[in-house]
Each structure stands twice: as structure tokens, then as C-alpha cells.
């Protein structure tokens, strides 16, 4: 347990709560529930979820689970034992449908009313469905969960002709795995380049290549304009040069919203976000948020993410919290992503105007940093996992570098560490 651990932060006289509700079953909320239970173990923990199926991890849904190397109940978030290894009680397909704050009560949607001490928000995100293809038009998919990932799974497995929306890591996580099970794929994407979120113009133009080696064509420039049936089962995309391109599918990547509205109507302060402080606690002192449903304090103001290990750090912090400790959320975002033979990684906060290093990599590895004069910022990584752990270490532990030594790739980045922050 950290040092910033204060147990009685009830104040004297207050007892400790003694059930702790989570609603949501993804990284936030499994992490939430099992950092309440460790917190105390005494804590009754119920973690609500609406899906059908014990909590499962969301990042093989575009690699592996497409590909057909895994399913989607081979990797539990909380172990092989599931939530009762961990002495929590899971609620399958017990969608939340209101809060009620001032009775300390949740209700489901099949009208249950359960009593909290302490609640943990943690309803991640929904995609952001686009007008011309909507969610439920035949041959068009989304993917979030396994139901979604299962569906488009078998479609890909009978089509010819993949075309994807979005140029974003969901988007081409797809388009590589439908590329390696032989589907001709097409991506649209609507910035001048893949991945401008994410990535800088050198290490985004690599990725492009690999996707172009393995017959992926990608047209960027171009966002879409309009989108029919065919006959056939076929569907036919117009985009915005006037161009149209006939598949046998579709799979709109592009992007996801923070699912806020239980939060919103239950009168919880949120803005593009439930709306927390470091502590993870809403506008409500009873009840806490974790994950990509939340904005907080970032360096540079209130910030959103959405990556599975902000999700599960943050999550842990708010179930602590919920059952009692006053331990505050630091985080150093990072993302990862796999494409073909490719491990893209981003760890850190990027900022616009800063200086540039890249490191000279042998093969097919690429390394850059954001550096500030005196510290790192951010470093961006292909198939270097090794050196974006050490970067990520140098950042959390705010250790001085200089560009020189960062350039050099003789020096080990693990050699910086021994300096003093
Ligand atoms: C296909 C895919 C691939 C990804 N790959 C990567 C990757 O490679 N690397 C990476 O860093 N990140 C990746 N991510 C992002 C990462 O998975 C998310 O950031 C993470 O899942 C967020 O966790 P969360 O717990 O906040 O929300 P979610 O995982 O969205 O979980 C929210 C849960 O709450 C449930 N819920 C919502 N409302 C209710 C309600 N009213 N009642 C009960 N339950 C409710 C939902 O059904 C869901 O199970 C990927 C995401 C997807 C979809």
C-alpha cells in the first residue's frame, strides 16, 4: 500500500463503506472492483455489467480474434478464475438503468434497486456512429465488444473485398488483420495522413508502407460522402473525390465517445466526460469514475483517454478509493497497437513545438522522442519495447537527459536512469 494511503479520510466518528457497487465490466471497472476487495478486504464488492459474458480484454477484438488465433473468453481481465477468484460478485447482463445519489441506490433495468456506501462509474465508451452508415445497416460494422468482434469475424471470413473508415489504430488494426486472412481491403481516411493523431509524419509513413507491402491500398484526403446497398450483399461507398468503391463490407473506425449519460442524468457534473479530480471522485463524494468515460487533471488541463492501461491504472485507484484509501491518480499515458510484424507504442504527453530526437534503430525498429530541453516528453516506438520502458521510467521519474544522449544509440536508455532525477 503507498505512503499517500490515508484510511480514515470519513473523518472520525465515520464508518468505512461496506458495499461498494461498480458498474461497467471493462479494464476500469474489473481493476476498479478488485482494488476495492484488496483495499479491504472486508468490503462487499458487486461489479454490474450489462453484457452476457464474465469481463473480457478489448484489444485482441481487432488482432487476434479477427485473425482467428484466439476468442474472445481467452483472455479474462480478472484471470482464469474469473471475478469470483477474487471474491466479487459479477451481475451478467445487468444493465444499470439509473442512480439514484440521494438513496445511495443503483436500478437496474430489470428494476432492482441495490445500495451502495461508495459507487464506481466505469461505462467506458460507445463508438461514434456516422449518419451514412449506421449502426445495424446490413453488412456494416462497428466493433467494441465481442459480440460485435464474433459478428464481423464470421463476415470477413466470407467476403472478397473489406473496405474500412478511418485511418486510426482501430481502423488499420483491421485492415491488417483482414489483410494477413487474405481479404483485399481498402481504407478511407478523411486527414491527409494515417494515424495524425497518434503518430508523427515519419513513424505514420512507415506504418502506411507495411499496410501498401501487404496490398492494403489506403486513400487518405478523402472523407465519405455516401454509402448504398448493392445488390448482391454487396455495399458500395462513394467518397468525397467522387470515387466509389463496391465491397462486401464495411468497418467504420472512427473513434469512440465516453458512454456519460448515466452519469449526466443522474446529475453528475460532465462535460465530453464524467468530470473528476485526481482522486478519481465525481461532483458526488460517494461516487468515483475510472477509465475512458472520465475527464481529469492532466498536465496541460482536464484530459480524456482511451487506453487499456490508463483504463485499468485509474480503475485501481478509484475502487482504493471506494473503499476507503485517499491515494491520487498519476498517470503517464501510453498506448500500444499491432500491426503485422509491427509493435507501435506511444508512451508520454505529446505537445506541439517540441523538439524533435529521433534515435538511429537497427532493422525494422524506429524510436523518437518529444523533448523538452531537459526532460522527455513522449517517445513513439516501433518493435522497441524495450526502450519505451525505459523512456516511460525516465519520464514518470522526471530524470534530466540531453538530445545528444538520446540520438546516440550506443547509450542504452536503461544507463539514463542511473542519473538523479
Ligand atoms: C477493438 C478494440 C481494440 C483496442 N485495442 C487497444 C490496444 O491495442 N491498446 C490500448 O491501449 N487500448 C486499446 N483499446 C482501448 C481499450 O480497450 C479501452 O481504452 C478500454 O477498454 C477502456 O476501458 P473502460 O473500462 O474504461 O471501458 P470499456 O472497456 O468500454 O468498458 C465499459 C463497460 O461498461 C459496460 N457498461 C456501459 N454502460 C453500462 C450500464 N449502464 N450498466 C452496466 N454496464 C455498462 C459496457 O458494456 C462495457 O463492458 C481497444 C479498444 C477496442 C474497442
Known amino acids: 500500500m503507498s505512503n499517500a494511503v490515508q484510511r480514515d479520510k470519513n473523518g472520525p466518528g465515520m464508518s468505512a463503506p461496506r458495499t461498494v457497487i461498480v458498474i461497467g465490466g471493462g479494464p ?3 481493476f476498479a472492483a478488485i482494488g476495492a476487495k484488496r483495499e479491504d478486504p472486508a468490503v462487499s464488492v458487486i461489479l454490474l455489467t450489462e453484457e452476457a459474458c464474465e469481463p473480457y480484454e478489448k484489444p485482441p477484438l481487432s488482432k487476434a480474434v479477427l485473425t482467428g488465433k484466439a476468442l474472445p473468453q481467452d483472455a479474462l481481465i480478472a484471470g482464469p478464475k474469473g471475478l469470483a477468484g477474487h471474491d466479487i460478485a459479477l451481475e451478467l447482463q445487468a ?11 443503483v436500478v437496474t433495468e430489470s428494476g432492482r434497486r441495490l445500495s451502495y456506501d461508495a459507487l464506481v462509474i466505469a461505462t467506458g465508451s460507445v463508438v461514434r456512429e456516422i449518419p451514412p452508415l449506421p449502426l445495424g445497416m446490413p ?3 462497428y466493433l467494441r465488444t465481442e459480440t460485435h468482434a464474433r459478428a464481423l469475424a464470421a463476415e470477413l471470413k466470407a467476403s472478397q473485398h ?4 478511418g485511418g486510426g489504430l482501430i481502423g488499420l488494426e483491421v485492415a491488417a488483420s483482414a489483410a494477413e486472412i487474405g481479404v483485399k481491403t481498402t481504407v478511407i481516411e478523411m486527414a491527409p495522413r494515417i494515424l495524425s493523431r497518434v503518430c508523427d509524419e515519419e513513424t505514420g509513413a512507415r506504418i502506411h508502407d507495411e499496410h501498401r507491402r501487404h496490398g492494403v491500398e489506403i486513400r487518405v484526403g478523402t472523407a465519405l460522402a455516401a454509402a448504398r446497398a448493392e445488390s448482391g450483399k454487396r455495399i458500395a461507398i462513394t467518397n ?7 465491397g462486401d463490407m464495411v468497418v467504420v473506425g472512427t473513434g469512440a465517445k465516453p458512454d456519460d449519460r448515466l ?4 446529475g453528475i457534473k460532465t462535460d465530453n466526460g464524467i468530470i473528476i479530480d485526481e482522486y478519481c471522485r465525481t461532483s458526488d463524494p460517494a461516487i468515483y469514475a475510472a477509465g475512458d468515460v472520465v475527464r481529469f487533471p492532466g498536465p496541460h488541463g482536464l484530459v480524456r483517454l482511451e487506453d487499456w492501461r490508463h483504463a485499468q491504472d485509474q480503475g485501481a485507484i478509484a475502487g482504493r478509493n471506494a473503499a476507503g484509501a485517499n491515494v491520487a491518480y498519476r498517470s503517464v499515458p501510453s498506448f500500444w497497437s499491432e500491426q503485422y510484424d509491427l509493435y507501435i507504442q506511444g508512451v508520454g504527453w505529446p505537445a506541439p513545438d517540441r523538439l524533435r530526437v529521433r534515435r538511429p534503430m537497427a532493422g525494422n525498429s524506429m524510436l523518437a522522442f518529444e523533448f523538452d530541453g531537459t526532460y522527455i516528453a513522449a517517445a513513439l516506438g516501433i518493435n522497441a519495447q524495450r526502450d519505451i520502458a525505459a523512456a516511460r521510467r525516465l ?9 545528444a544522449a538520446l540520438a546516440d544509440a550506443a547509450r542504452p536508455l536503461n ?7
Open 28 to 30: 476500469a471497472g474489473v
Open 95 to 105: 444493465r444499470c438503468a439509473t442512480i439514484d445519489p440521494a438513496a445511495r441506490q
Open 139 to 141: 453488412r456494416v460494422h
Open 162 to 165: 473489406l473496405i474500412v473508415i
Open 240 to 246: 468525397g473525390a467522387g470515387e466509389t468503391i463496391v
Open 263 to 266: 452519469a449526466a442524468a443522474a
Open 395 to 403: 519520464i514518470e521519474r522526471r530524470i534530466p537527459v540531453d538530445a
Open 415 to 421: 544507463d539514463l536512469l542511473k542519473a538523479k532525477a
